[in-house]
Each structure stands twice: as C-alpha cells, then as structure tokens.
C-alpha cells in the first residue's frame, strides 16, 4: 500500500477589483497587485520618505515627490544632504504633503488638513479624544458649503460675515455662533502649518 502525504491547503484570497475595498493610495503599487517586493534583511526601509538621488547628468541631488523633482545641489556636498533632510523633516510634518502658497490652496482643502491635525491634537494623554473636535463640524460643513471652492486668501471678513449669517438662519444662540466664529478665525490662522507661506492671521491682506 502506497501511503501518500497530505499537500497542505493553500487559501485562495479574492483579488481586489473596482467594486472591492480599496487599498490605501500610499501602498506601493506591488502590494495592490497582491505581491509584496523582497526586501534584503540588512536593509532599512522607511515607509513614506523619499530616497535622496543623484541625478546622472548633472550630479545634483534630488527628490521625486508627487510627479516633481526637487533639486537640493552638487550630491556630493555636505550642504545638499542637509537641504534634504530638512526638506523629509517639513515634508513629513506636513503629512507628507508638499508645501503649497497661498494662491494654490483652497478652503476645502485647508478644512481638510485641519481636520487630520485635530484629530490627533484634542486628544487627552490616554489617547481618547477631548470633544473639542465635534465643535468644529458646523461651522466647517459652513465654510465649505459657501466657500469651498474660493481660494483661502478669498476668505476675508465678509466671507466670515457670511458665515455667521448662515449660523444665524440655523437658530443657534448668539454665544455658540460666537465660539464658531472664533474657531473659524483659528483655522485659517493654522493654514501658515499646513504650508501656507501667507503671514498668521491674514487671509486675503485682511485680519480675521
């Protein structure tokens, strides 16, 4: 009698398609096709860093982020290796996002980076939330209703005027509409953080 060994049982997992669950935009494209590249044991990968290159033709060290090239000069100088790492440390505290000037950013997306921010800065020291995060969804679901798509250095006192009326015509009291309105001065005040190279406390040349 011929005994054979049982093959072990291999589980077959569904491939994701476009009605599936997506994957998270910052997983390497490898990793979505359901293959995870080899990585050699002594080498250290950082998720989420962009490598410092030397550029072949000139010799300049640079970057690759979201389609641009970023120069920092001559590979071989101290002073480039600096530029970059100072460089990765904003472009890292910015969620890995690229700076952007006052005239590219919108409301909408400023409400949007303040949100990530909040969500991680009202937290007590046992890492359950404040609360305080709750009280700035009415007046951000305001702003971007009325001014989401207009540039944030368009959002001036009349926008915030607006603003108010809107929360007005919702019925609240006069000392809830006064703390949105405080919160919403203190967002666009963040946008310097975001990457916003515009003075704190200005939007559009007028003090909020």
Known sequence: ???????????????????????????????????????????????????????????????????????????????????????????????????????????????????EHALSYYRRADGTSTGEIDNFKPVIATMRALYGHCLVTEFGPLALRAVRQRLIERGLSRTTINQLINRARRMVRCRKGFGSDAPMGVAGGYGI
Not at 50 to 59: C, F, I, Y
């Open 1 to 115: 009698m011929t005994v054979c060994s049982a093959r072990p049982v291999v589980p077959v997992v569904p491939a994701f398609t476009r009605n599936s669950q997506k994957l998270p935009e910052d997983l390497p494209s490898a990793t979505r096709a359901g293959r995870r590249k080899r990585v050699p044991a002594n080498c250290t990968v950082k998720v989420g860093v962009p490598n410092l290159k030397q550029h072949k033709g000139t010799g300049q060290g640079y970057v690759e982020v979201e389609g641009r090239f970023i120069y920092f000069g001559r590979y071989d100088l101290p002073l480039t290796h600096q530029k970059y790492h100072q460089f990765v440390a904003e472009y890292m505290a910015a969620g890995r996002r690229l700076p952007v000037t006052p005239e590219a950013i919108t409301v909408t997306e400023l409400l949007c980076r303040f949100w």
